[in-house]
């Protein structure tokens, strides 16, 4: 049955594949990089959905090569899956008389069916498809993978690990794949050219709108995550954390506000009054009618350009007489408003004025008794004065009287024409109502009538076509039989050559699948074989242990030289250090999974010219190790990896607490030299994007044309470098050249450091996973990056400071310890020394070594100081146990190699040591270079002054020869 996913979405379909070459020195290394850069993905269309809903729909292929997978997203932005299709266990088929393009891929209880955009892209999907399909499965089951999910990497190891991992699978055989390139079928290069990348940057990439209630929370969660990425998708982080590029550390910020002043001011700038003339209907409009009719909701901008352009037209059309009269009426009733506002202030300001009148009447009139008061005074001429002076008063009064009665009536004026303008205003915005709905009854029988109009299109389109196939039916009838004929036989071959293909397909799909199924049954066969051999190995071994055991408990005493349980106990040492015979070579598969003679990473497990004690000791250790790799917790961490490495296939990678976290669990092997690769391109983005694309070529031009002063060094040093690593053990090895390059460019970026003793090794472990550019800039990114100025210049100076911070760091963390070390007198730092300057490389053993390194160049120099206690901390109680002061320095000298659990030696670092701030080794260094550097000065001082004195003594010698003393 087919896979269902709702949703509704355009039809878009565009395929496309790109090569996106990494920059090498080798051409080898070139065509591996453009190999491992192909990607097959593109736009295919996926039949999904429920009943009405059912359709072809357009989703974003990705092929996973980890685990054969074909993922679909939603658009190439997404992180997370809407599914994905199992490749390995699927076959393919296609329909010649289907749709153009619709081929079908079925599965353990699914069906898929797909649709390209044409029938070249089709094949074109189908052979990449299989061809993905044959490589997986020809990989499967060789026993020698180190991913736990798939034999298949989407990103192989480039450096010298990656030429060990390339003759682990199995060859293809020659002939069959002779006889599948016989049933290939032959493509047009249109194919190919539309798949790929660039396909998602197209013009169907930017309209994908869908609503898919199945994988709604998928879709929510991609969107999200688009939104938190920003506009720079180059840099992706989470919305919550950012990057502090001091220490490197990652802090909580506020999330942004929600409402900006800014949106705020143009939200109220442009709130206004406005009218809702057309009804919103929610049936679909057809385009005829949506071109006819407009937005169908004009705000408040269509409403100011329809009042500065009283011609123009309105919704598709010229502006009715009632849509006129409408905005006559408005204008009108705004003028009114206005009219009153102006009013109601010269109402306000007529009572003031009656208000103030008022008052001086109440107050002349107060006045007024004592004014008529009749005089006591004598004279005739005061009483005169008071008379007339009376008489002005009464004059004034009455004056005041008639203007108040005069400013009574103005208002009461007034207030009759502001009740005759309240009840006009009334009764036109009740006329205005009625007339918003006859515009709703117009607009809508308007739609009625476009939409007749459409019909009768419509109608008249069908007959138009229906003549014309009727001309053509009859100018076809009067043509001569050969005619007819001609064409019948095109389509006839147009079918044979379509079945041909077909044909070739199906012939080509029936084989893949019978050579699968029988590569599976001898799989089968092969691991029953192989289980059968190790449960006999495993009774074989029990019965002797049993023997043993029986002798321990009951010996049994013998008069021979050699007792029975000695003979059991050398028989059990010689099978676990015997050599494999020649035939269980030829047949690897009937073979337990035995220690062989270098790990993963190049480095000898077993040591050479040892005794068989440390030789056994040596096999144990490395069967440890591989039992730790093995358990659930290791599981689990390639599990995230995988998960986490699916979610980001549309993307590249980007600094986040989630990566971080998973990188301080450690890399698995196949995934590290992507990892390295990335780390190293971000610490050192602000030098390589100031420098020309051949930098690397231009040094290396450069040493060979020019004597370098540091030339005879790093030749001394090479094969000195890491001789127990089997990449660089002899002159001839595939790293030696590759770290002769390195060390050369490195030089002459660097003359006032050249080289020193160390960025060998630095080199070579960066050389195991990376390319030799990438391994020249992650030295760049250590040196010049990670590491303080002096560090690896010929005073040590920054080496010096750092054992002096650590001391410290050892005194605050392990203070029992540090005490202890004090008491004895023993100087740690003799062995520290070397861990920094080279990164632990040659103290730990190799799984925990590159664990290191994951975390190193993700976060910098302060993982040296975090695992170098944790090493202290991890062995502290033995440590204690030691009270000698020759046995504790000897125990110093080999116990980071005693330790095996990474898991343990971990959560040490990143937890038991916490809180570690690069703040406090910033502060610590800056205090102790003055202290090391007056140290420095004061030494260099007593070294003048003694070399000047011993000239000096030489001067006042007198040398005689043998012959002037015989004389």
Wanted: with cysteine.
């Amino acid at each position: 049955m087919h896979e269902e996913e709702d949703g509704s979405e355009a039809n878009h379909c565009a395929v496309s594949r790109t090569m996106l070459p990494t920059k090498s020195v080798d051409v080898a290394e070139l065509e591996g990089a453009k190999e491992q850069a192909s990607k097959l993905c593109g736009y295919l269309n996926k039949l999904s959905g429920k009943g009405p809903l059912r359709g072809f729909k357009p989703r974003w292929f990705v092929y996973d090569p980890r685990k054969c997978y074909l993922y679909y997203f939603k658009t190439p932005q997404d992180a997370l899956p809407l599914g994905h299709i199992d490749i390995g266990d699927a076959c393919f088929a296609y329909d010649v008389e289907g749709e153009e393009g619709q081929f079908e891929i079925r599965t353990a209880g699914k069906e898929f069916l797909l649709k390209a955009p044409s029938r070249q892209v089709m094949h074109y999907w189908l052979q990449q498809l299989q061809q993905k399909r044959w490589e997986y499965s020809s990989t499967r089951g060789t026993g020698n993978r180190d991913s736990w999910s798939s034999p298949t990497l989407a990103h192989p190891p480039t450096g010298l690990v990656g030429l060990d991992n390339d003759v682990v699978f199995e060859k293809l055989s020659e002939s069959m794949e002779k006889v599948r390139n016989d049933f290939a079928i032959e493509t047009d290069s249109d194919g190919g050219s539309m798949v790929g990348i660039h396909s998602a940057r197209g013009p169907g990439a930017a309209s994908m709108s869908t609503f898919s209630l199945k994988n709604f929370g998928t879709e929510l969660r991609n969107s999200m995550s688009y939104l938190r990425s920003g506009k720079a998708s180059e840099h992706r982080r989470s919305v919550f954390y950012t990057s502090n590029s001091n220490s490197d550390e990652w802090e909580m910020v506020d999330a942004p506000p929600k409402d900006f002043p800014e949106q705020k001011h143009h939200q109220e700038a442009h709130r206004s009054f406005s009218f809702d003339f057309v009804r919103n209907t929610s049936r679909p409009k057809k385009p005829l009618l949506r071109d006819m009719m407009g937005s169908g909701r004009p705000g408040r901008g269509a409403e100011t350009r329809a009042a500065e352009n009283p011609e123009a037209e309105c919704n598709g059309s010229k502006p009715t007489e009632l849509q006129l009269r409408l905005q006559s009426q408005q204008e009108e009733l705004s003028q009114m408003q206005q009219e009153q506002g102006k009013l109601r202030e010269e109402l306000a300001s007529q009572k003031e004025l009656v208000r103030l009148l008022q008052q001086t009447l109440r107050t002349s009139q107060c006045d007024r008794p004592t004014a008529c008061r009749p005089a006591q005074a004598p004279d005739s001429s005061a009483a005169s004065e008071q008379t007339q002076a009376s008489a002005v008063t009464q004059e004034e009064v009455a004056r005041l009287e008639a203007l108040l009665q005069d400013r009574e009536g103005q208002v009461q004026s007034l207030c009759g024409h502001m009740e005759r303008l309240a009840l006009e205003k009334e009764s036109l915005q009740q006329e205005l109502k009625g007339l918003k709905i006859k515009v709703g009854e117009i607009n809508d029988q308007l739609g009625m009538l476009m939409e007749t109009i459409q019909a009768k299109d419509e109608v008249i389109i069908k007959l138009s076509q229906e003549s014309a196939e009727l001309n053509l039916s009859t100018s076809e009838s009067s043509s001569p039989p050969a005619h007819k004929e001609q064409q019948e036989l095109n389509y006839l071959k147009d079918s044979l050559q379509g079945y041909k293909s077909q044909n070739k397909f199906l012939n080509k799909e029936i084989l893949e699948l019978t050579v699968l199924r029988r590569n599976a049954e001898s799989r089968e066969k092969a691991l029953e074989a192989k289980y059968t051999a190790l449960e006999a190995k495993l009774c074989q071994v029990e019965s002797k242990y049993l023997v043993l055991l029986q002798e321990v408990k009951m010996p049994v005493c013998s008069s021979s030289e050699q007792s029975p349980t000695t003979d059991v106990i050398s028989r059990l040492l010689e099978d676990a250090l015997q050599v494999e015979t020649s035939d269980q070579h030829d047949h690897p598969i009937f073979k337990p999974n035995t220690v062989s003679e270098y790990d993963v990473f190049g480095f000898k497990t077993v040591p050479e010219e040892e005794e068989e004690e440390e030789k056994l000791v040596a096999k144990v250790r490395a069967l440890e190790l591989k039992s730790l790799s093995m358990t659930n917790q290791e599981v689990s961490v390639g599990v995230k990896w995988e998960n986490y490495l699916a979610s980001t296939m549309n993307r590249d990678l980007a600094r986040s607490p989630e990566l971080k976290s998973l990188i301080r669990c450690g890399v698995p092997h196949e995934h590290r030299s992507h990892v390295w690769r990335w780390c190293v391109s971000f610490h050192v983005k602000k030098f390589r994007d100031h420098l020309p694309p051949d930098y690397y070529e231009t040094l290396l031009n450069v040493a060979r044309e020019k004597p370098n002063p540091a030339s005879k060094q790093i030749e001394l040093d090479l094969l000195r470098t890491l001789p127990n690593n089997k990449h660089y053990a002899s002159p001839s090895a595939g790293g030696i050249q590759k770290l002769r390059n390195v060390l050369l460019a490195f030089s002459w970026r660097n003359p006032d450091i050249g080289y020193c003793q160390g960025l060998n090794r630095l080199a070579a472990i960066a050389l195991l996973y990376l390319d030799q550019e990438d391994a020249f800039w992650s030295l760049i990114a250590i040196v010049e990056v990670f590491m303080p100025r002096d560090y690896y210049t010929k005073t040590l100076l920054g080496s010096q400071v750092d054992q002096r911070v650590f001391k410290d760091l050892m005194n605050e963390k392990l203070p029992r310890l540090h005490a202890h070390f004090e008491q004895h007198k023993v100087d740690f730092s003799l062995i520290t020394f070397n861990w920094f300057l080279v990164v632990f490389v040659d103290s730990v053993v190799s799984d925990i070594l590159f664990k290191i390194w994951d975390a190193f160049l993700f976060e910098g120099p302060k993982i040296i100081f975090r695992f170098a206690l944790a090493l202290f901390k991890y062995k502290e109680e033995e440590f204690l146990k030691l009270q000698d002061s020759t046995t504790i320095f000897k125990y110093l000298r080999y116990f980071t190699r005693t330790i095996l659990d990474s898991r343990k030696l971990m959560n040490i670092a990143f937890v038991e040591m916490n809180p570690f701030p690069m703040r406090l080794i910033q502060n610590r260094r800056s205090f102790h270079l003055e202290k090391v550097r007056l140290e420095l000065t004061e030494l260099e001082a007593i070294r003048q002054t003694f070399l000047r004195e011993r000239e000096t003594s030489q001067d006042r010698r007198s040398f005689v020869s043998d012959d002037e003393e015989d004389n």
